[in-house]
């Protein structure tokens, strides 16, 4: 079930594999640009970004915890590869940096891996 109420910093926790495709399809169908933050809930820069997220931003932004999902990425081009099979999903690749950012762009991929161009994609100071 995909949670509707955003807690008070304006994002959505994703709880499991099922969850986050249902989320991940639908923000491409309806094409919305979508935030997926992918953290490890025990790496202190994680927390710090999860904290930090802005209140009443103006984005769609998801947390994606490794130990809830570890298979995100698949899922991810897996939905990105469903809605349009043309489009390339090589650089959806776990990334052994946590966290790490992937933003889709109507069908658009793309990976935000560095902690600064996190922060700068989030608006955080």
């Known amino acids: 079930m995909i949670e509707t109420i955003l807690p008070p910093n304006d994002y ?7 969850q986050l495709e249902s989320i991940v399809k639908r923000n491409i169908d309806e094409k919305i640009v979508a935030h997926y933050l992918v953290v490890n809930q ?10 930090n997220i802005p209140i009443e931003s103006q984005k769609n932004i998801y947390v994606v915890d490794i130990f809830d999902i570890p298979n995100a990425m698949d899922t991810f081009r897996y939905c ?10 090589t650089n959806l690749t776990f990334s052994a940096q946590l966290p790490v950012m992937v933003v889709i ?3 658009f991929p793309r990976v935000v891996e560095s902690n600064g161009a996190i922060e700068s994609e989030l608006k955080i100071s």
Not at 42 to 51: C, E, G, K, T
Not at 80 to 89: F, L, Y
């Open 12 to 18: 959505l926790r994703v709880r499991n594999s099922k």
């Open 42 to 51: 025990w790496d202190p820069v994680s927390v710090h970004f999860v904290d």
């Open 80 to 89: 990105v590869k469903a809605n349009k099979e043309t489009i390339s999903t």
């Open 105 to 107: 762009h109507k069908t």
